[in-house]
């Protein structure tokens, strides 16, 4: 129901536009307040680059930190993630994760990036304790921010928005009524606008996502996914029929696909049931993170990874040594 109202298909949006426009008033006010120094933005010595996007919902945000993490690892720098959390329930803030982190302490989205990355990852309501957190533990080159585009507390070098190509902006209109957290102008402001899906447009960056082997959740095993049959996949994920496209497409073919809610809690017995002795569970890696602390033998995930268009990575990454570079100057000054 909800993508229809915010697809424009229904008009049901119409009688939900009081409500869009006393969110967009209110947004407004939170901008201007902290454009105009109202409200305190921090600052710190080191760039930040914020990974975000204008509407509600997944659109690919978390794998575009993971590939943007990885790249820069690779190039030798020092990278820390800072992530509001989803649903987390830790007994202090900021939470730094580490082994014994659980993903109803952190979120799941932040276990999965310092699973994949071993970056070091700080969890907090307030991202700019996240960020203190991170500079008192270790030196770091540049941090990144996991969502945040509307966190106007923490002040931001450079901006990426990622947008799904497919729904794009919906009808346009704000939360609730549409899926707009802030309008489409908003995009003047970035320094990257990135397509994930659909077809981008003039100064656009495409985005698809590669998947590689399924994984045991127990084992590590790693397969192709076309041996893994019978099959019943899962997903917990915004967008579940993006990743059930994405393993038909890879060559499998569910028995069943099962949806569940966005970052759902899992619970062992809820999960065998899916599934009889012979056949085997298939979810995404960020269902992953919260299960494989009860997992079966029979339960795989599918990770993916993003790719983008090299001319366009290596400006996008080249773009972020030139900050650091200059950032560290400044410094040394």
């Avoid at 790249?71 to 800072?82: A, C, E």
């Avoid at 602390?293 to 400006?315: E, G, H, K, Q």
């Amino acid at each position: 129901m909800i993508t229809r109202i915010w697809s424009g298909a229904s008009a049901i949006y119409l009688l939900l536009l009081p409500l869009s426009w006393l969110y967009g008033l209110i947004t407004g006010l939170i901008r201007y307040s902290y454009r105009h120094g109202w409200r305190k933005v921090f600052c710190f010595p080191l760039p930040i680059v914020v990974i975000g996007n204008l509407t509600s919902g997944g659109n690919g945000k978390t794998p575009v930190v993971i590939w943007l993490v990885t790249q820069l690892q690779k190039r030798g720098w020092r990278v820390g993630v800072v992530s509001r959390g989803y649903g987390e329930r830790a007994e202090h803030y900021p939470l730094i994760l580490n082994a014994t982190t659980t993903s109803q302490q952190c979120g799941d989205e932040p276990l999965l990036i310092w699973q994949r990355t071993g970056a070091p990852v700080a969890v907090s309501p307030r991202r700019p304790e996240a960020v203190e957190a991170l500079l008192r533990a270790q030196p770091l080159d540049v941090v990144v921010s996991d969502d945040g585009l509307q966190h106007y507390a923490l002040g931001r070098d450079i901006e990426w928005v990622v947008i799904d190509g497919e729904s794009r902006f919906g009808n346009g209109w704000w939360l609730p009524a549409g899926p707009m957290r802030e309008r489409a102008n908003r995009l003047h402001k970035v320094q990257a606008i990135i397509i994930n899906g659909g077809n981008a447009r003039s100064g656009e960056v495409q985005m698809s996502l590669d998947a590689g082997e399924v994984v045991n959740l127990l084992s590590g095993e790693r397969r192709d996914i076309t041996s893994l049959t019978p099959v019943v996949a899962m997903a917990g994920i915004a967008h579940p029929m993006r990743f059930f496209s994405t393993i038909r497409r890879a060559g499998a073919s569910p028995l069943r696909e099962v949806i569940f809610s966005d970052h759902k809690t899992y619970r062992q017995e809820m999960l065998r049931t899916l599934v009889n002795s012979d056949e085997h569970l298939l979810m995404t890696e960020k269902d992953a993170v919260k299960c494989r602390p009860f997992a079966l033998t029979n339960w795989w995930y599918l990770p993916v990874d993003v790719r983008l268009p090299s001319n366009s990575a290596d400006i996008l990454l080249r773009s972020i040594e030139e900050v650091i570079r200059y950032t560290a100057a400044q410094s040394e000054e």
